[in-house]
């Protein structure tokens, strides 16, 4: 074994989900050696524990994974799981770690960034509940590599990824492990597969969008053993640098299966996920399910899927997701919490057994079968209450909406932009939070203004700036906040929700509908002249 002499790097602080870093960032000499390191010595219990491996199979894996098993065996972990050719899914992780028993896992990848040696790489770390480290540890990883001057790492050669079964490096075991079966076990575990099968029999059409990221393998797997034509599987070989594009399934970005699904004769179900497997999207045929509207309706039915039959206890959504989940939970009688954007503050409620669904607006959803969003187990609850109900997407929706009342809502994405300028509007708006309440701006009077501080009610921890929020008297707001998962400038994001009953007029134009409140944002944020940005980069 060989101590390694190292020195610290400025900015190994994890964001929302993990350390994301361009892949020449994360190339230098030492800098994926120290944050590893750090995760070791910051997590005591992997020492003679059980680690679990993989990633979204993006540009830099292989490499990555071949040091992290060197500096595992060199730290003392007893045993590594690493999924075939590096690969797993992040819910796969998540449901691996929970399957053995393992001390935590490592997954490898920057999600839906772009990928390829000009593209992110990221790395994260999950605990032993198979969830993402809550803050407390990802602050103590940071502060150690901000310490750091050595690592530890075994002499061996490179491990072969690509056949299964059990070999060892220096004391510690190996074992090589199908990528997709126990993940795949598990969905079985919770669906009514025959009922779902039964819609691919009866002739239901359906286009799933892979991206070219690591669902393809998982998809491959599971939606052709419930009967869908090999060829409504699209972008389903992965690819390291994702063919090119953002795996981030969006209008922007998912065009492909967009088009597909608004044309005259698409298919009645469409669905994506994005580079690592834990988002999702659903449509029907020319209607795209709003992600906080998804999150409410699978609460709303989750009692039709067997997992889920004698009910919910509860339902959390990150803070700038809609407050559509709100009033299911309301009717169901059962709470809804609202946490900072990022599945970490999940973790908690669901170990505690408070919640049983969460998700976020930015197409993440997921319940207590893991501690991870998960985007194909999205989409099997849509199949399986699709086929429950008896209904489309579509009419799903609708219906929900005549029950509930629609939350329009969507996000405006302005990306890149110089960070001095994107902290000068969250500064601008930051400054005016107290002065806001009772300004009037044409019919909306605002009722409130603040940034968002959560006190989880598990652990009694305090996380404070996580995104400033403008409530009007009406209901409707905008929220802003900055991201956390971006590698180049700063990413302003912006949300806008309006809430129209379900007497109201349910099918009007989105953006439309939102411009009234996008317009007071930008007189009260002025983010268009600080930043010189006329319009956003994306909007989901
Ligand atoms: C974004 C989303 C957030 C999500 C995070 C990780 O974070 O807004 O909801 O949890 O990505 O998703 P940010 O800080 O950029 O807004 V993923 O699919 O990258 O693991
Ligand atoms: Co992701």
Not at 144 to 170: C, F, N, W
């Amino acid at each position: 074994m060989a101590r390694i002499d190292t020195t610290p790097f400025e900015g190994q602080k994890p964001g929302t989900s993990g350390l994301r870093k361009t892949v020449k960032t994360f190339a230098q000499p030492h800098y994926l050696e120290n944050f590893v390191q750090a995760i070791f010595d910051s997590v005591p219990t992997l020492k003679g524990g059980l680690l679990i491996v993989g990633g979204d199979g993006r540009y830099y894996n292989d490499t990555a994974i071949q040091t992290i098993l060197r500096m595992a065996a060199a730290n003392g972990a007893a045993r590594v799981l690493v999924g075939q050719n590096g690969v797993l899914s992040t819910p796969a992780v998540s449901a691996i770690i929970r399957k053995y028993k393992a001390q935590g896992g490592i997954i490898l990848s920057a999600s839906h960034n772009p990928g390829g040696p000009n593209g992110d790489f990221g790395i994260k770390f999950n605990g032993a509940n198979g969830g993402p480290a809550p803050e407390g540890v990802t602050n103590a990883i940071y502060a150690r590599t901000q310490k750091i001057d050595h690592y530890a790492l075994e002499d061996a050669p490179d491990v072969d990824l690509s056949k299964l079964g059990a070999s060892q490096l220096g004391d510690m075991d190996i074992e090589i492990i199908d990528s997709v079966s126990d993940y795949a076990e598990l969905m079985e575990s919770l669906f009514d597969f025959p009922a779902i099968s039964k819609l691919f029999e009866d002739g239901m059409s359906f286009c799933f969008d892979a991206m070219h990221a690591v669902t393809g393998p998982y998809a491959k797997a599971i939606f052709t053993r419930l009967g869908a034509p090999e060829d409504s599987l699209i972008n389903a070989v992965p690819l390291p640098d994702f063919g090119g594009g953002h795996p981030d399934p969006n209008p922007v970005y998912a065009k492909e299966l967009f088009e597909k699904m608004f044309a005259d004769d698409g298919p009645d179900f469409g669905a994506a996920s994005d580079g690592d497997g834990d988002r999702n999207i659903v449509l029907g045929r020319k209607l795209y399910v709003s992600p906080s509207d998804s999150l409410a309706i699978l609460a709303a039915n989750a009692h039709l899927v067997p997992a889920y039959k004698n009910g919910i206890k509860g339902v959390a959504r990150s803070m700038p997701t809609s407050g559509a989940a709100d009033l299911v939970s309301k009717k169901l009688g059962v709470p809804c919490f609202e946490t900072p954007t990022g599945w970490k503050f999940f973790g908690n409620l669901l170990d505690d057994g408070q919640i049983t669904l969460c998700g976020e607006e930015s197409a993440g959803a997921s319940s207590d079968h893991i501690r991870e969003k998960d985007g194909l187990w999205a989409i099997l609850m849509w199949l399986n209450i699709v086929a429950a109900r008896g209904q489309s997407v579509t009419e799903i929706v609708q219906a929900h909406w005549k029950e509930f009342g629609r939350n329009y809502y969507s996000r405006h994405d302005f990306e890149a932009v110089e960070n001095d300028k994107a902290n000068a509007v969250m500064q601008k708006l930051t400054d005016q939070l107290a002065s806001l309440p009772g300004k009037k701006f044409g019919a909306e009077t605002i009722a409130k203004a603040d940034s968002f501080t959560y006190h989880d009610p598990v652990d009694s921890s305090v996380s404070e700036n996580q995104g400033l929020r403008v409530i009007f008297e009406s209901g409707s707001r905008f929220v802003m906040r900055l991201s956390g998962t971006g590698t180049v400038g700063a990413t302003l994001r912006l949300y806008l929700e309006k809430y129209e009953a379900a007497e109201g007029d349910l099918n009007q134009d989105l953006q439309t509908m939102l411009s009234g409140i996008a317009n007071i944002a930008e007189e009260i944020t002025t983010l268009r002249t600080l930043t010189g940005r006329q319009d956003p980069s994306a909007i989901s």
